[in-house]
């Protein structure tokens, strides 16, 4: 039933588009097993990887590369109706940038191959994905790094925008990792003006902050750096 309580939940991801199974009252185990199954295969096997080659395309060839990314948008949406979902979770800040138009941070990476630089033709994956979720009766909840700044997978220059050429003091280097330091104020607050930001701006379901930790020791010399 619809108004019935959730009695099994279960989320599963495939970067940046995760996908969150509730099943209600009245759902046998066996199915809500059968369908989180059917869940995990669509997610983690989607048609192409929604990352574009690391470099910046000519015009022609990112249109084509906008529109492939709308198109994976929109088969992942369509899987989750099939699978009857009820709500998608979005990677929008994966390492202070941006998978939405932001006045704060640059834009990621992930989406031309180069941080800071723009999609053209313009669009905004975040509203565009709020857009087509809500369409089709799915909730979009916004997934969120709070400190992570830069990662070893990143294969881009930082853009000047970026905070750790902004504000170097407010990072902590370790291996090939790069972390806003929770422990100092102004980081924390700068975390929350762009969580806010995207509050504010779009008409997100949720927000969810990813679970944070101090990186696992590489190696005795790294460790000596924490």
Not at 11 to 31: D, F, H, Q, T
Not at 171 to 184: E, F, H, K, S
Request: contains cysteine.
């Amino acid at each position: 039933q619809a108004d019935a309580p959730p009695v099994w939940c279960r989320s599963v991801s495939a970067a940046p588009v995760s996908a969150m199974l509730v099943v209600r009252g009245g759902a046998s185990e066996s199915a809500a097993r059968e369908g989180l199954s059917a869940c995990s295969f669509a997610l983690q096997r989607p048609p192409s990887q929604f990352v574009l080659p690391p470099s910046v395309q000519q015009h022609e060839q990112q249109d084509s590369s906008n529109r492939q990314q709308q198109q994976q948008l929109r088969q992942l949406l369509d899987a989750a109706v099939k699978m009857r979902l009820n709500a998608v979770i979005f990677q929008v800040r994966p390492q202070c940038d941006a998978l939405y138009e932001s006045a704060i941070e640059p834009w990621s990476e992930v989406l031309t191959g180069r941080q800071g630089i723009p999609p053209a033709p313009h669009w905004d994956p975040l509203n565009f994905a709020l857009r087509e979720a809500h369409l089709r009766g799915l909730e979009l909840h916004a997934w969120v790094n709070p400190f992570r700044a830069r990662s070893e997978a990143s294969r881009s220059p930082l853009s000047r925008t970026h905070v750790i050429h902004q504000h170097p003091e407010w990072t902590v280097r370790y291996g090939d990792q790069t972390w806003l330091d929770p422990g100092i104020p102004a980081a924390r607050e700068y975390s929350l003006k762009v969580i806010a930001d995207i509050v504010q701006r779009y008409d997100i379901d949720a927000l969810h902050m990813d679970d944070y930790f101090y990186p696992y020791p590489r190696s005795e010399e790294h460790t000596s750096e924490l």
